[in-house]
């Protein structure tokens, strides 16, 4: 009889049938649960992050250089000159975000929007997050509601 066998695995294990749970046993588990331990929650998105850091520099509770090392490119400059005019500084309450959402125009690069609530006005925010090769998120771009100063010309 020429017989071929198909399976290389075992199907069970042979020490007891599936699906056994003795709790009386010493050494066994008290619950059903799984012993894994579980999964720490992710942390905050990026989009959220950047969102109320470039919150706290245009509000003026943060100077524009504490951003220096999380933008790229013009992102700097930009922002520099959309913290002079102080577009969410209000009188009375500080300005809230509203609502964030992003679009993903290729792997490693976020484009995001935020609405700003600063005192009885809503504002838009715009800008762009890149991830490096250090796999950091950096601010690429930032604008605010139409206020975009012109560029200074650059050597690149």
């Known amino acids: 009889m020429n017989k071929v066998m198909t399976r290389t695995v075992q199907l069970r294990p042979a020490g007891r049938p599936p699906g056994r749970r003795d709790s009386r046993r010493p ?60 577009p969410l500084r209000s009188r009375g309450s500080d300005p809230v975000v509203r609502d964030i959402g992003y679009y993903v125009p290729r792997a490693g690069a976020l484009e995001v929007f935020a609405r700003i609530a600063a005192g009885d006005r809503l504002r838009a925010l715009a800008f762009r997050l890149e991830q490096g090769a250090d796999l950091r998120w950096r601010c690429t771009a930032v604008e605010m509601g139409g206020l975009r100063g012109p560029r200074a010309p650059h050597d690149a």
């Open 27 to 86: 050494g066994a588990p008290t619950s059903r649960r799984p012993l894994t331990p579980p999964a720490a929650p992710p942390g905050p998105r990026p989009t959220d992050l950047f969102t109320e850091r470039l919150l706290a520099v245009l509000s003026g509770r943060r100077p524009v250089h504490w951003m220096l090392r999380h933008t790229a490119g013009h992102a700097y400059d930009d922002l520099a000159r959309l913290a002079e005019r102080g």
